[in-house]
């Protein structure tokens, strides 16, 4: 267990509704990066949140955009969704500087219908 | 782009042999390896990071690295059947990338007792 949670473990939405996911990083993990994981395929990085600002995006559209708090934990939204947005979404907490290694939270599986 | 390559597998091998799993990339600047787990339906789990030439063990695995090759491996020594698993390579970046993982696609491992 590496301490990181993830809400919800499921999800089912309909193409153009939107979701919301949420994190709780790792005691004493202050950056936050959330991934995304097709089937069959690496996860592929969405953005970083590091003090309450995004660190650093990944190829994703604007639709997707974050959040995260002065507690650390972050969420993930999507907006307009679309078929090719399920997936399973990682997040993973690390601690800014050394080795920054980063520990996978279990993740959400959407499926957009 | 950066790239990880792995073999996508699947590699076979028998109860209590050597497991041999290989990864490239292409950011010649990279300083941080690690090699992941996954069991299916499930999240990444770290088995190992790597930063300095040579190898590293770890019980019954090592990770190999050669920065001037671009080569990174990691060798399963008496391999189980619970080590059937997904592996991931994962690159950190270095310069504008340095926040982020970059995955390969996976090896799929399939020990057989």
């Known amino acids: 267990e590496t301490g990181v949670t993830q809400s919800p473990t499921h999800l089912i939405k309909t193409r153009g509704q939107q979701v919301t996911l949420r994190c709780s990083s790792q005691s004493g993990h202050n950056t936050v990066s959330w991934y995304q994981q097709a089937l069959g395929q690496g996860p592929q990085f969405i953005f970083q949140y590091y003090r309450e600002e995004e660190n650093g995006r990944g190829n994703f559209p604007p639709r997707f955009s974050g959040l995260q708090f002065p507690n650390y934990s972050s969420e993930l939204n999507v907006n307009a969704l679309e078929l090719d947005d399920s997936a399973l979404y990682l997040c993973?907490?690390?601690?800014?500087?050394?080795?920054?290694?980063?520990?996978f939270g279990p993740g959400t599986r959407l499926l957009v219908l | 782009q950066k790239e990880v390559e792995q073999n996508s597998g699947p590699l076979s091998v028998p109860e209590g042999a050597i497991a041999s799993l290989n990864c490239t990339y292409s950011d010649r600047g990279s300083q941080s390896f690690f090699w992941y787990r996954q069991y299916s339906g499930k999240s990444p789990e770290l088995i190992m990071s790597i930063y300095s030439n040579g190898d590293k063990e770890d019980g019954r695995f090592t990770a190999q690295l050669n920065k001037a090759s671009q080569y990174v491996s990691l060798l399963i020594r008496d391999s189980q059947p619970s080590d059937s698993a997904t592996y991931l390579c994962?690159?950190?970046?270095?310069?504008?990338?340095?926040?982020?993982?970059?995955f390969g696609k996976g090896t799929k491992l399939s020990v057989i007792p």
């Open positions: 993973a907490s690390s601690f800014q500087g050394a080795s920054e290694t980063q520990y």
């Open positions: 994962a690159v950190k970046g270095s310069g504008a990338g340095s926040y982020q993982l970059t």
